[in-house]
Nanobody, 121 residues
Framework: QVQLVESGGGSVQAGGSLRLSCVASGSLSSIRTMGWYRQAPGKQRELVATCTRGGTKNYADSVKGRFTISRDNNKSTVYLQMNSLKPEDAAVYYC???????????????WGQGTQVTVSS
């Protein structure tokens, strides 16, 4: 199993920046892709950005050029640097880690507890 703990959320004015962090613990060697998702009130959870163990990154179109995901495998941590924040970026941000224990062929999705990001106009 993998446990995830996020930090770094908060309130910021439009145009500001925040940096989210997520530290993983547990079965670290089985973690593959890590990433961030968000869920605004009344909306479905959506992908923000992901990063594979090898460093391949993927972003939602809505955050390209403004958000940067990075990952430190030695620290089992994934970061999300969010710049030029907009009111529509406000949501609860969830860290995600996909793990696949060796030899099982199984893939598990693990979630953090979420961290609130508020952006005022």
């Amino acid at each position: 199993q993998v446990q995830l703990v996020e930090s770094g959320g908060g309130s910021v004015q439009a145009g500001g920046s925040l940096r989210l962090s997520c530290v993983a613990s547990g079965s670290l060697s089985s973690i593959r892709t890590m990433g961030w998702y968000r869920q605004a009130p009344g909306k479905q959870r959506e992908l923000v950005a992901t990063c594979t163990r090898g460093g391949t990154k993927n972003y939602a179109d809505s955050v390209k050029g403004r958000f940067t995901i990075s990952r430190d495998n030695n620290k089992s941590t994934v970061y999300l640097q969010m710049n030029s924040l907009k009111p529509e970026d406000a949501a609860v941000y969830y860290c995600n880690a996909e793990d696949s224990p060796y030899g099982t062929g199984l893939v598990h999705n693990n979630w953090g507890q979420g961290t609130q990001v508020t952006v005022s106009s």
